[in-house]
Each structure stands twice: as C-alpha cells, then as structure tokens.
C-alpha cells in the first residue's frame, strides 16, 4: 500500500507528484487578509522577543541584531517560491531522516507556506546528503545529543518528529523544552499517558503540538466529511475501516514492542481508530476487540499482529474494524447511513485514494498527501487557521486512549467504557 513497502505505489507516486506540478491543484491559503499576514508578522517577532526575555542581555543583542537579516530573508524566501501568501513559510527541521522523513523532505519541495531548513539525525552522512540535497546550512544540523540548542535558532520555527513510535515522547518534550513548535509523526506515543504528558509539555512552552495526520487534509475525504455534515447520508449507521499489510523484516523496529509500542494497531490500525472518528464525525463510547496471532515467533509478547475491534457511538452508529500485519491489499474505509454512503479505496494511502459515494465517483484532485499537510500545518501555526478535522495534540491523545482500550479490550475480553 505504501510505498516504502511497495515499489508499485512508489512509481504512481511520483507520477502524481509530476501531475501535481503540472497541473492546477494546491489546497492553499490564497486570500490571507492583509491583516491576517499583519498579525502573523507580528506573531513571530512577538515570539522572538518572548523567548529572547528568558536569556541574558548579551542575547538579547544578538537577537536583535537577527531581527532584520531574518525579515529579509523572509521575504526573499516568499519572492524565491513565487508566493500568492506572502507572510513567512514555516521553517521546520526534520528529525529523524529514514524513509518517512525523506518523503516529507521530497514533498516539501513543493510547498508554499512550509520551508524544509534544518534537520536532526544521529548520522552524520546522512546529514551531509541531506545538506546538500536541501540546501541545508550546517548551523541549522543537529544531532540528538545536541537539538536543545535549537532554542538558540531563530532560523527554525518547528521541529518535525518522524522517529520510531518510542522515541516521540521524550523528543517531542525536548523539543517543545526548546521553545519550538512540534509536528510529531502518529502513533503521537506509546500511550495515553505519555500523550498526556506530550500536550501539557507544549502547552506549558506555549508551543504548538501539530500530529502528521495527512488524511485530514486530503481532498476526497474532506468532501465525503462535508457530505455527512450537510446530511447527504442522513443518519449515520455503520463505519468499517480495514488497515493491513504483510510487513516484512522481522528484525525493524516496528516489530519490537520498545520503539514501536504494540504492533500493526500502533502503526497501521490507528488509521482505521481515527477514521472511524472523522468519518462518523462522533467520539466512540465504548470498545470491544478481539486478537489473533499466527506467528508468534515474528510477533512477539506485546506486538500485534491482528486486531478486531468494534467502537460504538453515541448515535448509536457502531463500526467495525480490523487491524493486520498479516494481510495485503486492505486499506479501505465504508460509511453507510440511512440516506447514502460512502466507499474508499485506497482510504489512506499515499495515494491516489479513490472512492465513490451513492451520488457518484469522489472526483476531487490527486495530491501530494505531505506537500499539502505542510502548506496547511504551516497556516494553522503562523496563521490560527482552524483545519476542518483537527490535527493537534488532543485529537492524538483521544486516538491513544482509543488504543489502550483496545489492549485492555483484548487482555480482559472485556467491553471498555470510553471517555474522550
Ligand atoms: P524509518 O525506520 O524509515 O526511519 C526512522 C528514522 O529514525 C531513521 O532515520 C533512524 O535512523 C532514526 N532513528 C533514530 N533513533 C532510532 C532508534 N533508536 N532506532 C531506530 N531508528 C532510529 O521509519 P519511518 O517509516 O520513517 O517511520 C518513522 C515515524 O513516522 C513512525 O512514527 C511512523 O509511524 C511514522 N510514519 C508515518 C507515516 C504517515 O503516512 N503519516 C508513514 C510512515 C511512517
């Protein structure tokens, strides 16, 4: 389904990207107020001067100093791109450069508002590829001993988290410690208490905490959301998501309870937990789930291989959904109401996703999933801008929470009481 599992999807892949660029279609900001890019002019610099009051006045001088070379750079930043929005791009380190963190990297390419500058990685090869690659100067390079210091950058406004599920938690906090704006890849942690802990961290460093939930942005699934709002499906009834694919090396970390937290549900299902929530629009109240395992040996204690699960909500809607590292082809999502539904397949791919509802086939352009993440990611940060479906941290902890009561479910047998 992915591509870095399938060198099929990789292929269609870039061939959209090249459609993309050609072609006419970007979710953007275009009509920024001149107001609204005032206020987040002022924002930054607002920003600046507050974290700069928290050091010494020798800083402070040198802060100032930055103050005009950043201005300027912004706006020859915003004239390089050819930007419609003029205001400053997000300028964002990745951390953490394996396969995930290069398809961002890949994608940001093409983004208007977002701006890969600066990236964090335990290798130092890598980070002359990249440094090259990317134009990336060597004083926005770190490594994971050092990435406190970015607070001392004033040329990274966000640091994005694409590491091992394990590894989250204490980056996310060290980052935010930092005084940066954090995008953390899902699973967000490992669990509901490392969430929580996450979002109290950004919120006590007055930063924001950003997860890289993509489909929440993806042209289909925005219209199939508009859809249930208007009320085209009438009352909503049923939800089925099924998330798999048959992983490969047994020696990953995805495989190793540690880093990876669980199994295919930390990874793979989470995709089925959270589409259940914005497909039905509704919080789940309760969960039961059912687990099975065929190779104990590639699957070990604690790391899943298949997961049933059956979420009930609030209308009286329920959804039924299966979680796999055992079985290909399986990424699809099925709303059905009392007036209509809505089938997608691929449901959440890198893409091309397809779908159609009682009305007819879902039509809405191809995208780059990342090149449009980060284009919004960077005017909901800079800018207040509401995304339709959230994508902050407490979207990402009602997700972790979901995903402990289905381990609880699974270990107890039991039905689990929800309260998002
Ligand atoms: P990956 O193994 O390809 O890359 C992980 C990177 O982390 C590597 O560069 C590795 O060197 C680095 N790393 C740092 N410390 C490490 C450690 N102790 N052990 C192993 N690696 C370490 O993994 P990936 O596929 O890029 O996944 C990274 C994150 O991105 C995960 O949280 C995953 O769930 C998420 N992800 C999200 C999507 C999506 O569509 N949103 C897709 C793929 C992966």
């Given at each position: 389904?992915?591509?870095?599992?399938?060198?099929?999807?990789?292929?269609?892949?870039?061939?959209?990207?090249?459609?993309?660029?050609?072609?006419?279609?970007?979710?953007?900001?275009?009509?920024?107020?001149?107001?609204?890019?005032?206020?987040?002019?002022?924002?930054?610099?607002?920003?600046?001067?507050?974290?700069?009051?928290?050091?010494?006045?020798?800083?402070?001088?040198?802060?100032?100093?930055?103050?005009?070379?950043?201005?300027?750079?912004?706006?020859?930043?915003?004239?390089?791109?050819?930007?419609?929005?003029?205001?400053?791009?997000?300028?964002?380190?990745?951390?953490?450069?394996?396969?995930?963190?290069t398809r961002v990297a890949e994608a940001m390419r093409d983004c208007k508002d977002a701006k890969l500058v600066g990236v964090i990685s335990g290798h130092p090869e890598k980070i002359s590829a990249w440094?090259?690659?990317?134009?990336?100067?060597?004083?926005?390079?770190?490594?994971?001993?050092?990435?406190?210091?970015?607070?001392?950058?004033?040329?990274?406004?966000?640091?994005?988290?694409?590491?091992?599920?394990?590894?989250?938690?204490?980056?996310?906090?060290?980052?935010?410690?930092?005084?940066?704006?954090?995008?953390?890849?899902?699973?967000?942690?490992?669990?509901?208490k490392q969430g929580q802990e996450m979002v109290n961290a950004c919120k006590k460093a007055n930063v924001r905490l950003l997860v890289g939930y993509r489909m929440h942005f993806e042209p289909k699934t925005?219209?199939?959301?508009?859809?249930?709002?208007?009320?085209?499906?009438?009352?909503?009834?049923?939800?089925?998501?099924?998330?798999?694919?048959?992983?490969?090396?047994?020696?990953?970390?995805?495989?190793?309870?540690?880093?990876?937290?669980?199994?295919?549900?930390?990874?793979?299902?989470?995709?089925?937990?959270?589409?259940?929530?914005?497909?039905?629009?509704?919080?789940?109240?309760?969960?039961?789930?059912?687990?099975?395992?065929?190779?104990?040996?590639?699957?070990?204690?604690?790391?899943?291989?298949?997961?049933?699960?059956?979420?009930?909500?609030?209308?009286?809607?329920?959804?039924?959904?299966?979680?796999?590292?055992?079985?290909?082809?399986?990424?699809?999502?099925?709303?059905?109401?009392?007036?209509?539904?809505?089938?997608?397949?691929?449901?959440?791919?890198?893409?091309?996703?397809?779908?159609?509802?009682?009305?007819?086939?879902?039509?809405?352009?191809?995208?780059?999933?990342?090149?449009?993440?980060?284009?919004?990611?960077?005017?909901?940060i800079l800018q207040g801008k509401q995304p339709v479906v959230p994508v902050d941290g407490e979207e990402a902890l009602k997700d972790l929470r979901i995903i402990d009561a289905i381990y609880e479910a699974?270990?107890?047998?039991?039905?689990?009481?929800?309260?998002?």
């Open positions: 389904m992915f591509s870095y599992r399938n060198k099929e999807s990789c292929i269609i892949f870039y061939k959209r990207k090249i459609e993309v660029n050609n072609g006419t279609y970007f979710l953007r900001v275009c009509s920024q107020s001149f107001l609204c890019k005032f206020i987040s002019i002022v924002f930054l610099h607002y920003k600046t001067t507050v974290m700069n009051s928290r050091r010494d006045f020798l800083q402070k001088i040198a802060a100032a100093t930055i103050a005009v070379p950043f201005s300027s750079q912004v706006t020859t930043a915003c004239k390089a791109n050819n930007k419609s929005y003029d205001g400053p791009a997000l300028r964002v380190a990745i951390m953490g450069l394996g396969s995930y963190g440094q090259s690659r990317y134009n990336i100067p060597v004083k926005n390079c770190y490594n994971y001993e050092n990435f406190d210091n970015v607070k001392d950058n004033p040329d990274i406004d966000a640091v994005y988290v694409i590491t091992p599920n394990g590894l989250h938690h204490d980056e996310v906090i060290r980052v935010a410690k930092a005084g940066k704006h954090v995008i953390c890849e899902k699973p967000m942690a490992l669990n509901a925005l219209e199939v959301i508009r859809m249930r709002k208007a009320g085209e499906f009438g009352k909503i009834l049923f939800f089925q998501g099924l998330s798999g694919f048959v992983i490969g090396d047994p020696t990953q970390w995805r495989l190793n309870k540690e880093l990876a937290g669980g199994g295919a549900l930390m990874d793979i299902g989470i995709y089925s937990i959270n589409g259940s929530r914005y497909m039905t629009g509704e919080e789940p109240l309760w969960v039961t789930a059912q687990e099975t395992k065929t190779d104990p040996v590639k699957f070990k204690e604690g790391v899943d291989e298949t997961i049933q699960f059956q979420l009930g909500f609030p209308s009286g809607a329920v959804a039924s959904c299966l979680s796999t590292y055992s079985m290909n082809n399986l990424d699809s999502f099925f709303l059905n109401g009392s007036q209509g539904f809505a089938e997608m397949q691929p449901a959440t791919g890198y893409g091309p996703i397809m779908g159609h509802t009682h009305k007819g086939e879902l039509a809405q352009p191809v995208v780059t999933h990342q090149t449009v993440q980060m284009d919004e990611m960077s005017a909901i699974c270990r107890s047998g039991k039905k689990i009481n929800l309260n998002l």
